[in-house]
């Protein structure tokens, strides 16, 4: 009996290379070789920034950059995108150990006694029995076609799909991040120039005030300031608003209360400075770095391998087996050398007679591909748009900027002058009110825009996947040395928390 097993044995070991089903390619898309917007610059533009990872000590704004590493550190979402990463993992080293012998001991200690209607005509003491047993029992599926290892390589592709998800919330995280604080200095900026205005305004309306008092001037012209004043004023509380509310979710996205930022957020602070250009790379260089494309690729490969696993149903599937035990009748015999008992078994299970069934599951996970596939070449084509998208909103906010700076500086000095003609009396209040409405104008369009362009340039690092680490080793968890999959795994930077 053991010759054929051994025999057996080393057939598997022979066929171990193959396996049913489709083997996963990498697929292929074509791609421009540079994106449009990019080619489309301004000729004689300034030489563009190189493009890595250092986007946020790029911003040179410390505050910021440690406002992105505490939500890295604590946020919920990513607290929950990692349950996931380590669900995945446990689930592939659970696939794992399918590839090796099961090996499980057992012990029995019993007394039974038999009814009379068992044994007739004995005695009831002589009705009574012992039975004791111990062994160990081992079985292993022969892979001869490649079921159980189709099922480790799905399982290590969909950690590997964790992994790119992971590191995708993360980019989206910081990008967030950066967005709020971003709009948050950009909205102190336009409530800065709504206050200036006001003060100027004030002032206006005292003068006016004191030029009605001497005679010189009109109660119109008190009322015609008075409402331009009163119109200035009513725009500080939204914009006060929104300053409370961009704090509120910083602090939310750090993991924090709402309320824990305020103080530190509310000292204004000027918007981060930005290069002239960047240089966005190449499509291909961008398809590489997404970890949305990367997440799609890995379902694909996961749902290709899942066909092998069902293809492999149409073969006949072989388990060895085996046990090595004792059995006595009394406790003091029970590991003697006839109490010795063994078993060595080879079992087939094949659903021959069940292939509809085998071929629709078949049908099913080809299918499946189909779809990833179709939603891999769509997650190419979206991260193609995104970064195409940003990168015409980037250089187009970067030349309105340019002339909204023109018009802000032209609309003060307007109004500067305005004011002096009046006090000389060479004109009259319309010309002040007129020139200090469309300075308020001016400089709050051009604060808004300061704003814009920034946020566009966060919204390209995040369009590029960049400017946040990506690859980082293994490192220690608070709970212990937790499994990675064998792919590159993202910075396991959220804490564990109670």
Same mark, same amino acid.
């Given at each position: 009996?053991?010759?054929? &097993?051994?025999?057996?044995?080393?057939?598997?070991?022979?066929?171990?290379?193959?396996?049913?089903?489709?083997?996963?390619?990498?697929?292929?898309?074509?791609?421009? +070789?540079?994106?449009?917007?990019?080619?489309?610059?301004?000729? +004689?533009?300034?030489?563009?920034?190189?493009?890595?990872?250092?986007?946020?000590?790029?911003?040179?704004?410390?505050?910021?950059?440690?406002?992105?590493?505490?939500?890295?550190?604590?946020?919920?979402?990513?607290?929950?995108?990692?349950?996931?990463?380590?669900?995945?993992?446990?689930?592939?080293? %659970?696939?794992?150990?399918?590839?090796?012998?099961?090996?499980?001991?057992?012990?029995?200690?019993?007394?039974?006694?038999?009814?009379?209607?068992?044994?007739?005509?004995?005695?009831?003491?002589?009705?009574?029995?012992?039975?004791?047993?111990?062994?160990?029992?081992?079985?292993?599926?022969?892979?001869?076609?490649?079921?159980?290892?189709?099922?480790?390589?799905?399982?290590?592709?969909?950690?590997?799909?964790?992994?790119?998800?992971?590191?995708?919330?993360?980019?989206?995280?910081?990008?967030?991040?950066?967005?709020?604080?971003?709009?948050?200095? %950009?909205?102190?900026?336009?409530?800065?120039?709504?206050?200036?205005?006001?003060?100027?305004?004030?002032?206006?309306?005292?003068?006016?005030?004191?030029?009605?008092?001497?005679?010189?001037?009109?109660?119109?012209?008190?009322?015609?300031?008075?409402?331009?004043?009163?119109?200035?004023?009513?725009?500080?509380?939204?914009?006060?608003?929104?300053?409370?509310?961009?704090?509120?979710?910083?602090?939310?996205?750090?993991?924090?209360?709402?309320?824990?930022?305020?103080?530190?957020?509310?000292?204004?602070?000027?918007?981060?400075?930005?290069?002239?250009?960047?240089?966005? %790379?190449?499509?291909?260089?961008?398809?590489?770095?997404?970890?949305?494309?990367?997440?799609?690729?890995?379902?694909?490969?996961?749902?290709?391998?899942?066909?092998?696993?069902?293809?492999?149903? &149409?073969?006949?599937?072989?388990?060895?087996?085996?046990?090595?035990?004792?059995?006595?009748?009394?406790?003091?015999? &029970?590991?003697?050398?006839?109490?010795?008992?063994?078993?060595?078994?080879?079992?087939?299970?094949?659903?021959?007679?069940?292939? +509809?069934?085998?071929?629709?599951?078949?049908?099913?996970?080809?299918?499946?591909?189909?779809?990833?596939?179709?939603?891999?070449?769509?997650?190419?084509?979206?991260?193609?748009?995104?970064?195409?998208?940003?990168?015409?909103?980037?250089?187009?906010?970067?030349?309105?900027?340019?002339? &909204?700076?023109?018009?802000?500086?032209?609309?003060?000095?307007?109004?500067?002058?305005?004011?002096?003609?009046?006090?000389?009396?060479?004109? +009259?209040?319309?010309?002040?009110?007129?020139?200090?409405?469309?300075?308020?104008?001016?400089?709050?369009?051009?604060?808004?825009?300061?704003?814009?362009?920034?946020?566009?340039?966060?919204?390209?690092?995040?369009?590029?996947?960049?400017?946040?680490?990506?690859?980082?080793?293994?490192?220690?968890?608070?709970?212990?040395?937790?499994?990675?999959?064998?792919?590159?795994?993202?910075?396991?930077?959220?804490?564990?928390?109670?």
């Amino acid at each position: 009996m053991v010759k054929p &097993l051994a025999i057996t044995a080393l057939a598997a070991a022979l066929l171990t290379a193959c396996m049913a089903g489709p083997d996963h390619v990498r697929p292929h898309m074509a791609v421009p +070789g540079r994106f449009e917007a990019d080619a489309a610059a301004t000729p +004689g533009a300034a030489a563009p920034a190189a493009f890595d990872d250092a986007f946020l000590q790029g911003l040179d704004d410390p505050l910021l950059a440690r406002l992105v590493d505490e939500a890295l550190q604590s946020n919920h979402d990513l607290r929950v995108a990692l349950a996931r990463f380590d669900r995945a993992n446990a689930l592939l080293r %659970g696939a794992r150990f399918d590839a090796l012998p099961t090996i499980t001991a057992h012990g029995e200690a019993a007394d039974v006694r038999s009814s009379a209607d068992q044994a007739p005509g004995t005695p009831r003491e002589a009705r009574d029995d012992e039975s004791w047993s111990a062994g160990i029992a081992a079985s292993w599926e022969l892979d001869l076609f490649g079921r159980v290892r189709r099922a480790i390589e799905a399982g290590r592709a969909g950690a590997e799909a964790s992994a790119a998800d992971l590191r995708a919330l993360q980019v989206a995280v910081a990008g967030e991040v950066a967005r709020a604080y971003v709009e948050l200095r %950009g909205t102190q900026e336009r409530l800065r120039v709504a206050r200036a205005n006001r003060d100027n305004q004030q002032r206006t309306l005292e003068l006016v005030t004191a030029r009605l008092d001497a005679g010189a001037g009109t109660e119109f012209d008190t009322a015609r300031a008075r409402a331009q004043l009163e119109g200035t004023a009513a725009t500080i509380p939204a914009l006060e608003a929104q300053v409370q509310v961009a704090m509120h979710r910083l602090a939310v996205l750090t993991g924090r209360d709402p309320g824990a930022l305020v103080a530190e957020l509310s000292p204004p602070a000027p918007l981060p400075a930005l290069p002239p250009r960047i240089d966005p %790379g190449t499509p291909g260089d961008l398809l590489r770095a997404r970890p949305d494309v990367a997440a799609a690729e890995a379902r694909l490969h996961a749902a290709t391998a899942r066909i092998g696993v069902a293809t492999a149903d &149409l073969f006949p599937r072989l388990t060895l087996g085996g046990l090595v035990g004792t059995q006595a009748i009394d406790a003091g015999a &029970l590991f003697e050398r006839d109490s010795e008992t063994r078993i060595v078994a080879l079992g087939i299970d094949w659903s021959f007679l069940d292939v +509809g069934r085998v071929r629709a599951r078949i049908a099913a996970a080809n299918a499946e591909a189909e779809g990833e596939l179709a939603r891999w070449q769509q997650a190419v084509l979206l991260a193609l748009e995104d970064t195409e998208n940003a990168l015409v909103r980037h250089s187009r906010t970067r030349v309105a900027d340019a002339h &909204l700076e023109r018009a802000a500086r032209d609309a003060a000095v307007a109004a500067r002058l305005a004011r002096a003609r009046y006090e000389a009396g060479a004109s +009259g209040l319309l010309e002040v009110l007129d020139a200090e409405r469309v300075q308020l104008q001016a400089e709050d369009a051009f604060a808004e825009g300061r704003t814009r362009s920034v946020a566009s340039a966060v919204a390209l690092y995040k369009a590029l996947a960049g400017g946040w680490p990506r690859h980082v080793p293994e490192r220690e968890r608070i709970a212990g040395r937790r499994e990675l999959p064998d792919a590159q795994a993202p910075e396991r930077r959220v804490a564990s928390r109670p």
